[in-house]
């Protein structure tokens, strides 16, 4: 791990200034409390009306709540997201209606998906066909052949025979190779992600940015409209424009409150000329870089890839900038660049094989998840994973909890302070199936782990967006890269290794001691935990 600065020197320049309310977040917030209220006085008045109405408006009621129920039912999500939504509509059937639309609609409506499929479908031709390489690669492992012959069929992403890769793990070392490379960028800088918040990390990679459009490199940024609400610099759009610098906002916010709104773009990505790309956990934020103190100190991590496999991440920027604009984007001036040659440009080519994938509630067969589950169903010896939430769905606790019992040895590393109490609270509600599972459950001491990985045995693994939770899975936009056998697998795992140095682990006799009101906490936070 690289090496981190003494917290106490972290405290004397922390930032006082606290995390804004969320302008969408409170918005629903007020509109749900409005409608409970509404129901609340409705009840009071069906008391003191005649009977007959009280009847038929009981009725109308029992009928909304059988309709909405059939509904909940008839949709093709878990049962445990059906059962949390069921529970709360009955008691509060007017409230869970609303606050189903506002949160809970993981289903895109049919307009938007259709607009995805168009985009999908005819920028397909511009990715490479990756045939002979899954040929290659069912000689050398069914298991792994079966894998990658799934994730490309629903993720529609190729996989390529690694150029080169290097994982980093620290927010540090992450943005500061970063910089490094976008002052090599001759061509094009793409920026994709869920935070991007004025800091001394901003102000660095901007000095950098406004060079580059001097030397006649295109820069384009996307950010989601909600993650950066009350982060971005004032008049940043203004500013960036008379720079020269194009920003795009993912789904902007509407004073027309819609489902769609709960759709957020959580991707963290980078692509420099088509020559390098980034993902990972991290965002744009002093933070992730520890140059200010939220939550102890702030463990995230990111992977660098270098070569062919930059194209699917190039794609995605550029299928993103189509849906946000609805214009036509011209993908070969970005995906047809000749002549490149990674040595000459002190790049280290490596093997291995590697492929880039995106998920979100256009993709209904769930390949983020589910790239997770297969990944964890051929795990042979060690399964290890950090994430900050932990809220799985049914489907992926069971792959975990039976590879457990199948005597893996399966580690978790989650956060020791958290930044989100109630989901965090919600996380710890799993401890006790897990740890009676066999699974090794730690928290990271130092502070706050925000990183998504994980590494199966020495050879295979995952970095980069998504959470192990609901959200994640289901209802936001997201990214990572499977790796195999590139080396940088071993590096993950390392630094696994060395985060356990550093972390408490939760014992099940310890843990079953707990106050009971805590307990009880848990119990009723968990019957809504797909719904947080």
């Not at 869970?96 to 609609?105: E, P, T």
């Not at 995805?116 to 792994?144: C, F, V």
């Not at 982060?231 to 409150?257: Q, R, T």
Request: proline share 3%; net charge positive; glycine share 6%.
């Amino acid at each position: 791990m690289a090496s981190k600065k003494n917290l106490s020197e972290l405290k004397k320049n922390k930032n006082k200034k606290g995390e804004k309310n969320i302008f969408v977040t409170f918005l629903k917030v007020i509109l749900v409390a409005i409608f409970c209220f509404i129901e609340i006085a409705i009840v009071v008045f069906l008391y003191s009306a005649t009977r007959n109405i009280y009847v038929y408006a009981h009725i109308a009621f029992e009928f909304i709540k059988l309709i909405t129920v059939l509904y909940l039912l008839y949709r093709h999500d878990s049962g445990a997201y059906k059962i949390s939504w069921i529970i709360f509509i009955m008691f509060l059937p007017v409230v869970g209606i609303v606050a189903f639309y506002l949160w809970g609609n993981s289903k895109m409506n049919k307009n938007m998906h259709n607009e995805y499929d168009r985009i999908r479908d005819s920028s397909m031709k511009y990715l490479p066909d990756s045939s002979d390489i899954k040929m290659e690669l069912k000689q050398k492992d069914l298991y792994k052949y079966n894998q990658v012959q799934y994730m490309t069929k629903v993720g529609g992403y190729p996989i390529y025979r690694n150029n080169g890769t290097k994982y980093y793990d620290i927010g540090e070392e992450f943005f500061k190779n970063v910089l490094i490379e976008m002052n090599r960028a001759k061509k094009y800088i793409f920026i994709q992600f869920y935070i991007l918040s004025s800091g001394k990390l901003w102000d660095k990679m901007l000095n950098v940015l406004k060079d580059k459009v001097k030397d006649g490199v295109e820069v384009n940024i996307i950010v989601d409209s909600l993650g950066c609400i009350f982060k971005l610099p004032k008049n940043f759009e203004k500013d960036m424009k008379a720079i020269g610098i194009n920003v795009y906002k993912f789904n902007p916010i509407s004073p027309i409150i819609h489902s769609y709104l709960n759709y957020r773009d959580h991707r963290k990505i980078i692509v420099i000329d088509g020559v390098v790309a980034y993902t990972g956990g991290v965002n744009i934020a002093d933070e992730y870089v520890n140059f200010i103190e939220r939550f102890g100190y702030w463990k995230d991590v990111g992977i660098k890839l270098i070569g062919d496999s930059t194209r699917s991440f190039t794609m995605m920027f550029l299928r993103n900038i189509e849906i946000i604009t609805r214009k036509k984007v011209e993908y070969t001036k970005y995906l047809d660049i000749e002549g490149q040659c990674l040595q000459n440009k002190g790049y280290e080519i490596k093997q291995g094989y590697v492929l880039p994938y995106d998920d979100g509630p256009n993709n209904r067969k769930n390949p983020a998840e589910n790239s997770y589950i297969q990944s964890i169903n051929y795990a042979k010896d060690t399964l290890y994973i950090t994430t900050p939430y932990f809220v799985p769905s049914e489907t992926l606790l069971d792959a975990i909890l039976n590879s457990a019992r199948s005597g893996v040895d399966v580690k978790i590393i989650l956060p020791y302070i958290p930044d989100k109490k109630i989901v965090n609270m919600v996380t710890k509600s799993y401890y006790e199936v897990l740890l009676e599972a066999g699974v090794k459950v730690y928290e990271y001491t130092p502070g706050f782990i925000h990183s998504k990985t994980l590494v199966v045995d020495d050879d295979t693994a995952i970095v980069g967006s998504t959470n192990f939770d609901f959200r994640s899975m289901h209802l936001n936009f997201e990214c990572s890269v499977w790796l195999y056998e590139t080396g940088e697998e071993k590096s993950i795992k390392s630094d696994f290794n060395c985060m356990l140095k550093e972390c408490k682990e939760i014992s099940l006799e310890e843990w079953k001691k707990r106050p009971i009101y805590i307990k009880w906490a848990e119990a009723i936070l968990t019957a809504f935990a797909p719904m947080i």
